[in-house]
């Protein structure tokens, strides 16, 4: 009752599943926190298109060597039957292969220093302007054949909502592992859309986490929202290859297709937040999602 009542006392800026009509509204938060651009890890053409598009695909960020290290543990991961088992393991509707791997930088050492490379999470404070922890971090296998869609989403939405993070000082870093190909379902983004908060109907079922790891349907925008930022935006897929970083705003709209081609689509996910804007109670009227997805009681700065 007292975290209720302390989450009932608290303004919400981007309230969402709450009884409103779907809606688009104004973004209130900086997109990049940083003033001082100067010798950062991009250069302000960079941080410029970031700004405005709400993304950027950094391409040969890790080598070759890297790379296939990277892979191996993938498939090792894959490949373990303790991590089959395991609640942080989501697998796919109907084939029931692997479909996501989260806290994946508490289960691999591996993955736990790629997770702290400077690449990655220096980049992370120079845009927040802030020190970082991993909100959340996952592999997404996406399998060939039977891979299954991301419906379009602002990661924020949910963050907010269901995790209570206050504010859009959060970023997500997806490491391409596999040829991201047109075919194979990339992940796709509409350029601007994190300059607006797109306001979802309905409500935040109880334990919701369980189904919409698989498939979401609450939380998600209206088709009219979506018909109308893309007919002012238009869809960028993020094609790369392995070794590539796709860097992109939380509120930015993203989804991807469904993967009926025979090549995996391999991506690892870190989800850098500003120490400054850890989460709090959830926006919503339900418990907060489990700590593997949502890191609340572990919350350390990551130090590039």
């Known amino acids: 009752?007292?975290?209720?009542?302390?989450?009932?006392?608290?303004?919400?800026?981007?309230?969402?599943?709450?009884?409103?009509a779907a809606q688009i509204i104004p973004r209130q938060d900086p997109v990049v926190y940083a003033t001082d651009l100067a010798g950062g890890p991009i250069d302000a053409n960079q941080v410029a298109q970031y700004r405005d598009k709400g993304f950027l695909i950094l391409n040969d960020v890790f080598s070759a060597a890297e790379v296939a290290e990277l892979q191996q543990e993938l498939e090792r991961l894959r490949r373990s039957s303790r991590v089959a088992s395991a609640?942080?393991?989501?697998?796919?509707?109907?084939?029931?292969?692997?479909?996501?791997?989260?806290?994946?930088?508490?289960?691999?050492?591996?993955?736990?220093?790629?997770?702290?490379?400077?690449?990655?999470?220096?980049?992370?404070?120079?845009?927040?302007?802030d020190q970082v922890y991993l909100?959340?971090?996952?592999?997404?296998?996406?399998?060939?054949?039977?891979?299954?869609?991301?419906?379009?989403?602002?990661?924020?939405?949910?963050?907010?909502?269901?995790?209570g993070m206050p504010a859009m000082r959060a970023l997500s870093m997806s490491i391409t592992l596999t040829e991201n190909y047109a075919e194979n379902g990339p992940v796709m983004l509409i350029p601007g859309?994190?300059?607006?908060?797109?306001v979802c109907e309905g409500n935040t079922p109880e334990e919701h986490f369980k189904a919409s790891l698989k498939k979401q349907e609450n939380g998600v925008?209206?088709?009219?929202?979506?018909?109308?930022?893309?007919?002012?935006?238009?869809?960028?897929?993020?094609?790369?290859?392995?070794?590539?970083?796709?860097?992109?705003?939380?509120n930015t709209l993203h989804g991807s297709n469904g993967?009926?081609?025979?090549?995996?689509?391999?991506?690892?996910?870190?989800?850098?937040n500003a120490l400054s804007n850890r989460v709090q109670a959830p926006y919503c009227d339900q418990p907060p999602r489990p700590e593997y997805i949502c890191s609340r009681r572990q919350i350390r700065p990551v130090t590039p």
């Open 193 to 198: 859309s994190h300059h607006h908060y797109v």
């Open 221 to 250: 925008p209206s088709d009219a929202c979506v018909t109308r930022l893309v007919a002012e935006r238009g869809i960028v897929s993020a094609v790369s290859k392995p070794g590539s970083v796709i860097l992109f705003d939380s």
């Open 259 to 272: 993967n009926i081609t025979p090549w995996p689509r391999s991506n690892v996910f870190f989800v850098y």
């Open 135 to 163: 909100h959340q971090s996952r592999v997404n296998y996406k399998p060939g054949l039977h891979g299954r869609e991301f419906y379009w989403h602002s990661d924020f939405e949910t963050w907010h909502v269901e995790d």
């Open 87 to 129: 609640e942080e393991a989501i697998c796919e509707p109907g084939s029931g292969e692997l479909r996501s791997l989260f806290r994946v930088h508490e289960i691999s050492p591996v993955f736990a220093l790629l997770a702290g490379d400077c690449r990655l999470a220096g980049l992370a404070r120079f845009l927040l302007d």
């Open 1 to 20: 009752m007292i975290a209720t009542a302390a989450a009932d006392s608290r303004v919400d800026r981007y309230p969402s599943r709450n009884g409103q």
